[in-house]
């Protein structure tokens, strides 16, 4: 009998850290990382995955327009515009966790580096017009299918694209800066809370609550908004001009709601913590 495996010291086991909330300092790093990856990615590569983007989130559209026909007249308006608002979050989930590019998410992710000297304000604009044009455009084949299959199945009807466009588009430019401003800013609280999940679900239900919020307040999204007003252009219901007009006060908004609010917030957050802890 060999007595010396009693006093074998046994092995220790290793503390599990993977599921071990984030700290700050590790999430703005984690978002340095992926917002360089962009940074180096050639334009090609960037510009289509800004294309299924663009084309993912659009069942968004697909989603609340069905929702709106089955259920206008048959529910109050306020329990419409709830099931809706749930509704809203699809096309983000395809896109969010599908790792395609969308322009909203970049207003803070491709902000961080330049902030942080890692990049510059050219690399900026080139991430912002490849994404913004490969995103409209995936926006515009989705949102021309969407308006001339979905009446023609009669699975959305006319009245749908009309309502969800006017509700985008019926307010003076001021609220539409305002509420884009909102947006961009939940959008760039979304890229830095889904950089700190660790699971798959953590990041779904990440993306549904902050886009239900989006959804329910009718705050203006420039990707989205802009499938859903093209979408009723091509009914007839908008003039392109309307569309413009929406479109550029939708995208400023975002912009400062995704890189102000949320990117030099969080960057002088983390810079006056390294200075604390220097």
Not at 11 to 22: F, H, M, R, T
Not at 42 to 60: D, K, Q, R, Y
Not at 74 to 91: D, T
Not at 251 to 270: D, E, H, M, P, Q
């Amino acid at each position: 009998m060999n007595i010396l495996k009693f006093f074998k010291p046994k092995p220790q086991k290793v503390a599990d850290v993977s599921n071990e909330p984030k700290s700050a300092s590790d999430i703005f790093q984690g978002q340095i990382e992926a917002g360089m990856a962009e940074h180096k990615r050639c334009s090609e590569g960037l510009f289509f995955s800004a294309l299924s983007a663009g084309l993912e989130v659009g069942f968004t559209l697909l989603l609340v327009g069905v929702m709106y026909t089955l259920f206008k007249g048959q529910v109050s308006e306020s329990a419409l515009h709830v099931i809706l608002a749930f509704s809203y979050p699809i096309g983000f989930i395809f896109v969010v966790i599908g790792r395609s590019e969308l322009f909203t998410e970049h207003t803070t992710l491709a902000v961080i580096p330049v902030l942080d000297a890692n990049a510059s304000f050219k690399s900026l604009l080139r991430v912002w017009g490849v994404i913004y044009g490969g995103n409209l455009l995936g926006g515009y084949i989705i949102g021309a299918f969407i308006s001339s299959l979905g009446p023609a199945m009669e699975i959305i009807s006319v009245e749908a694209i009309h309502e969800i466009a006017h509700k985008l588009v019926k307010y003076q430019w001021y609220i539409i800066l305002g509420s884009s401003i909102l947006a961009g800013w939940l959008m760039g609280l979304l890229s830095w809370l889904v950089t700190s999940a660790q699971e798959t679900v953590s990041r779904i239900l990440i993306v549904y609550i902050i886009t239900t919020l989006i959804g329910m307040g009718g705050l203006h999204h420039s990707i989205v908004g802009s499938i859903e007003v093209f979408a009723d252009v091509l009914q007839g219901g908008t003039s392109f001009l309307t569309y413009t007009y929406f479109q550029w006060w939708a995208t400023i908004g975002n912009i400062i709601g995704g890189a102000i609010f949320v990117s030099l917030i969080k960057y002088g957050t983390i810079r006056f913590s390294r200075k604390d802890n220097s």
